[in-house]
């Protein structure tokens, strides 16, 4: 099954794509709270035109966002760090979480923001197996470069204001196949500046839960953001920064295409 979120008559509800249009479920709060239920049925509400809607993230307002560092080798060559023995984790806030399409300022202050590409599980069930994941998306961890590197913390650099475009759709493992041998490439103005295999990631998201589980549950509708590969654009020779008017897309097989406008921010 495929699903997105969207906007319509005043409230963001889940919808079940087919095609061109998007058949309403329930509204996405509701849809995770009883996800058994809602997740059986293709929706008996209205369809609409995908291409005529505002595409919001497909998770709740109480999703966490569980990032995955250094989890390709060819990014921890070209970082110039070593391999984590466990999942080297950080988190988003979900206040940073936006949709397929969606303008984002360049964050106040810095002039090295940064792409960054990846795969993202979707928790569906309590557990520490692949079956927890309820759906993959694409997402892309945008990072301002300056705060993040100025302390040895991330959590500043990795926050900025909406900062976390996830999407486009959802997309269940029956429907996907397997999550880790998907081509994923990430694109600024349409130059490919990272293309890599999803199977080349160290830890998966069965992985990521055994090790959180040690210290928390997680929940449905949390995400698990899996890690970018190599190519960020400060590591890059010459370095690459997203300014006003460019465009990024991340694009992975049987997902389709995130894409975000890069703005003009407060300076």
């Not at 966490?64 to 023995?85: D, K, Q």
């Not at 959802?170 to 990272?194: A, F, H, K, W």
């Amino acid at each position: 099954m495929r699903y997105a979120a969207f906007r319509h008559e005043g409230d963001v509800v889940m919808g079940t794509v087919r095609g061109d249009g998007v058949t309403v479920v329930a509204p996405v709060d509701d849809f995770y709270a009883d996800l058994d239920r809602w997740s059986s049925t293709e929706g008996d509400g209205p369809t609409v035109d995908m291409a005529a809607v505002q595409l919001e993230p497909p998770v709740p307002g109480t999703a966490r966002v569980i990032c995955v560092g250094l989890n390709y080798a060819m990014h921890i060559a070209e970082t110039n760090s070593e391999r984590p023995e466990f999942p080297n984790l950080f988190s988003k806030f979900r206040s940073t979480l936006v949709g397929d399409g969606a303008d984002v300022p360049v964050p106040p202050g810095d002039h090295r923001f940064d792409y960054e590409g990846e795969l993202a599980a979707v928790v569906g069930h309590t557990g520490t197996d692949e079956a927890a994941v309820f759906a993959y998306t694409c997402f892309n961890d945008l990072t301002a470069r300056t705060w993040q590197k100025s302390v040895t913390q991330w959590t500043l650099g990795k926050n900025a204001d909406r900062s976390g475009p996830i999407g486009p759709t959802l997309v269940t493992g029956d429907e996907l196949g397997d999550p880790y041998d998907l081509t994923l490439v990430t694109r600024r103005n349409g130059d490919e500046m990272q293309n890599t295999n999803t199977g080349l990631m160290y830890f998966r998201a069965a992985d990521v839960l055994d090790h959180v589980a040690k210290v928390m549950t997680v929940l449905p509708g949390d995400v698990i953001a899996l890690g970018t590969p190599s190519g960020v654009g400060y590591r890059r020779e010459p370095p690459v920064h997203l300014g006003p008017g460019d465009t990024v897309e991340v694009e992975i097989d049987g997902i389709g295409v995130l894409t975000t406008h890069i703005t003009k921010g407060l300076t």
